[in-house]
């Protein structure tokens, strides 16, 4: 079965390019929505790696994974706003950004997951596990009405001061707690911003009936892998192919980018990348639990388009020495995350991880 391809496309444009949003918003350019303000990111991860300037937000994508029951998760695109650096790879960073799931265990649960460990036992001495049994055998020496009146009478007082406190509070104000809105810090470079929203990609083929060449739409809805089967693509004709000396790869890119030119960036979790280039850099592991990378997203040209247009006669950074065609960005298969706490996943605090982001160019520029 075909993987879907989940399409960016632009939205609005933000009134404000520095406008707050929060992390479920997925946007071109403005300022990054983190989930919390302290999120415990060294500084370093948010400056080039080359002359040490702010980054900038390229793209923020919420990227929940159902499979591993993660929806929390955040990836965010960052590049520096030097022309000198902005064409270098060095100068991109792909953060990704997620709440750490709670692994502890239940008792006896150790072995079950795999992990070895469980909660710290305690030592009971064996005469009091005989005291414990001794009091299971006697229940019957229990004296049920002697506690049944004790509960009573705990009720009874329990009711007694809950009426008390709510006649004290009842002409008093609800108080709710007032969330101080963090300044912007007007010192980070900002790209012009909009907004995105997600289409499915589907696509047509031409099927020979008789002697027929009509196109006919695909009864079931086909949906993109980037590099799909080899054997689906030979058995297409492209206007492109009479082009002598035509490279397929990059052919086969231009007619999927044809058929959505207003595409920011494709979406296919753990999918394939649609290629403008045969040379593929290694994506490797991760640094954090070894496992490999696989693909999960990339930006498109087309954005460079509306990020240049939405820029002139401004001052604000604009990609014009940019010349990529795409950028691929690769993150843990397992999804892991660095937690804070320990080094141990909490379910109460945030992890960041750094991840992979390759370049393929026009070469022709």
């Known amino acids: ?118 909660p710290p036992s305690t030592s009971v001495p064996e005469e009091q596990i005989d005291k414990n049994k001794s009091h299971d055998i006697n229940d019957d020496d ?37 969330l101080k809105e963090k300044p912007a810090d007007l010192s980070i470079p900002v790209l012009p911003c909009f907004y995105i929203y997600y289409d499915k990609e589907q696509y047509r083929v031409k099927v020979a009936v008789g002697s027929s060449s009509n196109e006919f739409p695909l009864d079931k809805e086909m949906t993109d892998t980037g590099n799909y089967e080899e054997e689906k693509w030979d058995g297409e004709k492209y206007e492109y192919d009479k082009a002598i000396g035509a490279d397929r790869t990059f052919l086969k890119f231009k007619k999927r980018l044809d058929a959505y030119p207003e595409q920011c960036f494709r979406y296919s979790y753990g999918g394939k990348p649609l290629l403008a280039a045969t040379k593929v850099q290694d994506a490797g592991t991760c640094r954090f639990c070894g496992s490999p990378r696989q693909y999960e997203l990339q930006l498109m040209s087309p954005l460079l388009y509306f990020l240049h247009e939405a ?47 390759t370049i393929q160019e026009d070469e022709a520029v």
């Open 1 to 118: 079965m075909a993987e879907e391809v989940h399409l960016g496309l632009p939205g609005p444009w933000a009134a404000d390019y520095r406008e707050k949003a929060d992390h479920y918003t997925t946007k071109i350019g403005g300022v990054p929505d983190w989930p919390t303000g302290d999120m415990g990111i060294k500084p370093e991860m948010l400056q080039c790696s080359l002359c040490g300037t702010k980054l900038c937000l390229v793209a923020q994508v919420y990227a929940p994974v159902v499979k591993l029951n993660i929806e929390e998760r955040i990836i965010y695109v960052l590049v520096c706003p030097t022309p000198e650096c902005g064409p270098k790879p060095q100068s991109w960073k792909v953060l990704r950004v997620q709440k750490c799931r709670n692994v502890e265990q239940t008792e006896g649960d150790g072995d079950e997951l795999g992990q070895g460990t469980g």
């Open 142 to 178: 229990f004296d049920l009405d002697a506690l049944a009146e004790a509960l009573e009478q705990a009720a009874t007082l329990a009711s007694n001061s809950k009426k008390k406190n709510k006649s004290k509070c009842a002409n008093a104000p609800i108080e709710r707690p007032v």
């Open 311 to 357: 820029g002139k006669g401004s001052s604000n950074y604009g990609p014009s020495n940019w010349t990529w065609l795409t950028l691929i960005v690769y993150t843990c298969s397992k999804s892991c995350c660095p937690s804070s706490c320990g080094g141990r996943p909490c379910g109460c605090c945030w992890g960041v991880a750094e991840e992979e982001i």
